[in-house]
């Protein structure tokens, strides 16, 4: 399964057509959040299923701030970061996901990539295709879980 992430959009309509058309074939999409209307977009451009959550830009949020999805036999826990102080470090994201037994943990609010196993745990968070910080320049991720299980992330610059 192909699965498209991506985070802080900031209501850049443009830079997420861009992202789908860069993106190719996907199943599903993730939105990790800032400007979660964002993720209806996605699921209206592509026509395909979308899960999004609300970050901290997000006031009043008519949607969660975490979600937890399995896709292709993977436990996935969405959140935006913010709540998880993901700027100081990735340690709390470590320890929460091995509370919600997950397999992957998609975060966003730095604007910057990461892409690193903890162990067990997968933490990606795409950077930010309309707002980039860093030397990525603007990005969108992509998660492909083979059949045999095995996980492969990838950090993709437009």
Known sequence: MRIGVVSDTHGDIQSLKRVIAAAGPVEHWLHAGDYYQDGWRLAELSQLPVT??????????????????????????????????VKYGTQDLTFWGRQYCSDIVIFGHTHVTYNRWHDDILLFNPGSPSAPRGETGPTYGILHIRDNGIVEAQIVKL
Do not use: S
């Open 52 to 85: 999004v959550v609300a970050g901290n830009c997000d006031r009043a949020a008519a949607v969660p701030a975490d979600e937890y999805v399995e896709l292709a036999g993977k436990t996935i826990w969405l959140t935006h970061g913010h709540r998880h102080k």
